[in-house]
């Protein structure tokens, strides 16, 4: 082992803590998404639990759902989008911002690739949305706004199911931010991909609620994998003996994605110029 790599193992065995200082360092310079955020995740999740009581009042089932079912979905729906959200914020340490301001040379100068920084500052990411997630999950289901999973298997389908789509959504998050690589700036893209993401993959409303035809484009592309087959599966629109398969489908996804993020990560390190190095 050279004196270099020697040096620069002990950095590489402490990079995972990277994932416990990245969202702390956010919340102390954005203090103000630290208070409003669970402010905005009771709004919401009232105003959405009295919008689909009113669609239900005088009906016992719509769309193959009871009421329950149905405000199940949609609080769970609004949770999940919780994890991810602070991906979504603009940081002066996320990958876009970098690439703007010239300076993601210095992701690639670290003891540790560029990819694996990412992925670390995305887990802290999301397990800090999912804190908030889990929170305001124990809490629906103390008031009673939301159901548990009907059996125990149910549950931990459902939370392999979860896992494997928050993994589908790191990824393609991932691929959004490193086109700033060929473009000037990724916001556009960006807003257009939350709105392509969050209508597909079923948090505006359950996709069984589209029609026909936007059903079908959402079937074959990942985002239903990441929010509307968990939740499906908790809810009970999707029967446990059909989960295998959607499971697969989710893996299927989940390796392709892992392989196109890598192929574009090598061809995002060829357009980094250092000059005066």
Sequence with gaps: MSAVAAAQAPVRSRAWRIWRIAPLYQTIAYRGRFFLAPFMLGVQIYLYY??????????????????????????????????????????KDALPQRTR??????????????????MYRSIGDMAYGAMWALVGYLVALATGALQPPASAAVGAVFVVSLVLGQIILYYLGQLVDLATFWLVSNTGLTRMYSF????????????????????????????????????????GRIPLD???RHLVEEVCWVVVLALLTRFVWSRAARRVTVQGG
């Design 50 to 91: 009295l919008l689909w009581t009113a669609v239900y009042r005088g009906r016992t089932s719509v769309a193959g759902l009871d009421v329950d079912q149905a405000v199940g979905y949609v609080i769970l729906a609004i949770l999940l989008g919780r994890i991810r959200w602070n991906s979504r914020m603009v940081s």
């Design 101 to 118: 301001e010239g300076t993601i040379v210095y992701w690639f100068l670290r003891p540790i690739s560029p990819g694996r920084y990412y």
């Design 196 to 235: 392509v993401q969050d209508l597909l993959s079923g948090v505006f409303v359950p996709l069984w609620f589209l029609p026909g035809w936007l059903l079908t484009t959402a079937s074959v592309l990942p985002f239903a994998t990441t929010i509307s087959v968990p939740i499906s599966i908790y809810v």
């Design 242 to 244: 059909q989960a295998p």
